[in-house]
């Protein structure tokens, strides 16, 4: 197709930020590191290769995952405990943070709440930053691997991807079958995983995870959360998932209390200010 005469100026349109994020009030910081220089470790659980397992974590608390044994990505799920209407919106947190999150950042709850669930306060690999590919680690771009794609791409059925493995954690956490639990398995936010879209065709590519034995990724609850974290039958995502082929390890979820006296100044963010009236 012949392009229009003005397709140069047309393409030489500088960019506009969809979401200008100057308005949003900043985690406090300072405020999170001095809670950190407190924590007491109150509980942990080791997520099995191929498999996921859930942990809850009270307003006020940290919860931070590492690798242990081999490089190994995550597929992480949030709710909040009391509602799990509310849960982590990876395309919001998207919109607001770009395609990567690291410290400093929220995990963002769907509608209507919409406030942060989970700040990152601390990313051993936030010295990544973006690689020649345009890669880099803790991406809200892919969605979790799941047994309906891989059907419909190879027509074969298997049982083990972060979408199984996130709805029998939750079912076995709630004591409900697996079929009510699948509803509630959404979005994640991809725990050490390398990832970016090509220049040339735009889509998505994962390589080889930059994460080692030791490598953590920190949070604060913002609100009590209830968690869900898959060990990605993809291993590092070198090459392939889905399968039973890639190399896995597990993950490490523990549990941190701070002093409470830290946190006189906080207090746990309000729901979305919008009425709701939509016009009507
Ligand atoms: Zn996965």
């Known amino acids: 197709m012949n392009p229009p005469a003005d397709a140069t100026a047309r393409r030489a349109i500088a960019p506009v930020i969809c979401y200008p ?60 405990a ?22 400093g950042q929220h995990m963002w709850s769907s509608f209507p709440a919409l406030r942060p669930m989970a700040t990152i306060t601390h990313d051993s690999l936030e010295w990544y930053g973006k690689d020649e590919f345009g890669g880099s680690v803790h991406d809200v771009i892919g969605t979790r691997c799941d047994p309906y794609t891989h059907n419909l791409l190879s027509g074969d059925q298997y049982h083990h991807c972060c979408h199984s493995n996130l709805t029998r954690a939750l079912a076995d956490h709630l004591g409900i079958p697996h079929a009510q639990a699948e509803p509630h398995i959404h979005d994640v936010l991809n725990v050490f995983m390398c990832t970016g879209f090509t220049r040339d065709t735009g889509q998505y590519f994962m390589k080889a995870s930059p994460v080692r034995p030791g490598d953590t990724l920190e949070f604060f609850a913002e609100i009590n959360l209830l968690g869900a974290l898959s060990a990605c039958p993809g291993g590092d995502c070198s090459t392939v998932h889905s399968s039973d082929h890639a190399q896995c390890h597990p993950l490490l979820v523990e549990t941190f209390k701070p002093d409470a006296a830290t946190l006189e100044n906080w207090s746990p963010p309000p729901v979305n200010g919008y009425n709701r009236r939509h016009g009507g």
């Not at 509602?83 to 410290?103: C, M, V």
């Open 82 to 103: 009391d509602d799990l209407s509310e849960r982590f919106y990876s395309g919001k947190t998207r919109a607001l943070h770009g395609t990567h999150i690291t410290r």
């Open 21 to 80: 994020v100057a308005t949003l009030p900043a985690p406090d910081m300072a405020l999170l590191d001095a809670a950190r220089a407190t924590l007491i470790k109150t509980g942990e659980v080791l997520v099995p290769p191929r498999d996921a397992a859930t942990f809850t974590v009270p307003a006020g608390h940290f919860f931070r995952i590492t690798s242990v044994e081999g490089s190994q990505v995550g597929d992480l799920n949030l709710w909040n």
